[in-house]
Nanobody, 123 residues
Framework: QVQLVESGGGLVQPGGSLRLSCAAS????????MGWFRQAPGKEREFVAA????????YYEDSVKGRFTVSRDNRKNTVYLQMNSLKPEDTAVYYC????????????????WGQGTQVTVSS
């Protein structure tokens, strides 16, 4: 079992930055593919980024490539999402997820979810 707790969301102006954190307990994050999903109002939850257990390779949804960076600190048992050059369309609740799987090039969520943290990009 893994418990995930996100933090770091908030209100930011377009072009600004935020760093989300996902603190894990129960099992080490190094044991799982870890990642982030987001859900905007009226939309389905979508994949944002993942970091795998294989060489810590990273993967991103096309709209965030070059702007977002996912990383993990195994000593702190924490996963991060650094978000730069934020746009209004990035506004959503962001969810940390554990034990993602990749099938045919697409990432699917695992069974472990955090409670979500709101990110609002607005002037």
């Amino acid at each position: 079992q893994v418990q995930l707790v996100e933090s770091g969301g908030g209100l930011v102006q377009p072009g600004g930055s935020l760093r989300l954190s996902c603190a894990a307990s129960g099992r080490t994050v190094s044991s799982y593919n870890m990642g982030w999903f987001r859900q905007a109002p009226g939309k389905e939850r979508e994949f944002v980024a993942a970091i795998s257990t294989i060489r810590w390779s990273t993967y991103y949804e096309d709209s965030v490539k070059g702007r977002f960076t996912v990383s993990r600190d195994n000593r702190k048992n924490t996963v991060y999402l650094q978000m730069n050059s934020l746009k209004p369309e990035d506004t959503a609740v962001y969810y940390c997820n554990g034990d993602l799987s990749n099938r045919f090039g697409s990432w699917y969520p695992g069974e472990y979810w955090g409670q979500g943290t709101q990110v609002t990009v607005s002037s």
